[in-house]
């Protein structure tokens, strides 16, 4: 057969841009889950690791669950994004039908769905893992540090 070797990566940090016109025009974010946790991660440090497991040996056939360095609660992402801008972003907790109607400009069709998956990560949070410094040799990018690199499309 074909040698494969499957990527599961979480959240991308990337996503974060969904809340950047909430950010823009209220300095408010709202959704329905700020208790909703996962451990987002960069696609920059997917493709590393998946530039690792293509060139060095010992992948194929295996598969690897990918996520940032922490789980973060929504309002700690946020929260987080406000400190990278060097201003208070309030979380406003809202209802799930309020939360759709808020994300549909920027998700499209795609927002009843992100936040019915959102919801399930209030019981069920997603914890971080150390899979990918062990494959790369070093920690994956906090949120704090990508959230300082990415400024400028939150309206810093």
Known sequence: GIPWTHLWPGEFMENAGILAPQIKDAGVVREPFPTAGNAPIAMDDIAEVA??????????????????????????????????????????????????EVLTPAMGEYARWYLEGMATLVDHPQQSNSVFEDIVGRPATPFTR????????FGG
Do not use: C, M
Request: aromatic share 6%; proline share 2%; no cysteine.
């Open 51 to 100: 530039a690792v497991t293509l060139l060095e040996d010992g992948h194929v056939g295996k598969s690897y669950e990918l996520t940032g360095p922490e789980t973060l609660l929504r309002a700690e992402l946020v929260r987080r994004l406000g400190e990278a801008l060097g201003r208070n972003i309030e979380y406003r907790q809202v209802s799930f039908e309020e939360g759709v």
């Open 146 to 153: 990508w959230a300082a690199e990415h400024v400028h499309e």
